[in-house]
């Protein structure tokens, strides 16, 4: 337990904030420096490290067993302070990988390695206070690194909203900038989700004003947009590593939307033809399909009613 109570003072030299002052949180700190109980703070190391690998490392070397419905809390209530404060990085190794890739790994900083590897000798007070002035910088520095990575997205004049980086994100950008002036012209952005923060945008007042009040944000799909002109309100589901609007899914958005006094129209977003031909079985009946490397062109699925010769 020595190395655990150390890792906990550890973090009260660092300001780390008081919620982030726990077990939890000295484990993952012990974890991303392979700091093991027989090991002196001299050998301290900075191994890549994603959240399923601290937790089994945890376990390994402290007997601490998380449940794998603990990942978000480690994820969120550590880590992400972890790299806020400036003294953990997030994918340094490829920054701009999606943040819900299984791949995601984050990493000691080098300067605060460098003062935790002094920890216990007479050198650590000093190369705290130096750190310690130098953090806000460099905490900076990275906030700076990871904004660049993000995916931005114009939803209005002089308004820009950015997404975390990735596919996802980039498809969604697809469907408001590509696929909503093509055929919902005059569209009024209502909700962006984003797969690191969740709402990348929500104007729920908006939706309000069509009957419809949202509690579990979970449950919305990828992007809402609203069409004056013809009263409907789009909701399109970004593809790329989830299912479509299936017929599960269909009822499930039509529940959650069915006060909505604009009609619904449902909308599978696909970034290519390869990717939407291993969903394309699964598709819901009344429903479009949009492909982002035809962005011009939708696919119906509706039946007959769009059959009918095309004038060329």
Known sequence: MSKLNEALEILTD?????????????????????MRPSRKWSEAAAPLMGITPIMEWARDYYDKHYAPNTRETIRRQTMHQ???????????????RP??????????????????????????????KGYMAARPGLATKYAKEREMVMVPVVIGAGQEIS?????????????????????????QLIYVGDTGEKWG??????????????????KMPDVVIFYPKENWLILAEAVTSHGPVDSKRHDELQRLFEKSSAGLVFVSAF???????????EISWETEVWLADSASHLIHYNGTRFLGPHDK
Request: glycine residues 8%.
């Open 14 to 34: 660092l300001d780390l904030p008081r919620k982030q002052r726990n077990e939890r949180s000295a484990l993952c700190l012990l974890a991303i420096l392979d």
């Open 82 to 96: 972890f790299v806020e404060a400036g003294i953990a990085r997030y994918n340094p190794d490829e920054p701009t």
């Open 99 to 128: 943040v819900n890739s299984p791949k995601a790994v984050y990493q000691i900083e080098a300067s605060c390695l460098a003062v935790l590897q002094s920890y216990g000798s007479g050198e650590y007070p000093l190369k705290l």
């Open 163 to 187: 997404l975390s980086p990735g596919v996802h994100s980039e498809l969604i950008k697809g469907i408001w900038e590509q696929f909503a002036p093509r055929f919902v012209p005059g569209g």
């Open 201 to 218: 945008y929500f104007d729920k007042g908006a939706l309000n004003k069509l009957g419809v009040s949202i509690d579990n944000h979970g």
């Open 271 to 281: 970034p290519d033809r390869r990717t939407f031909m291993r969903y394309s079985e």
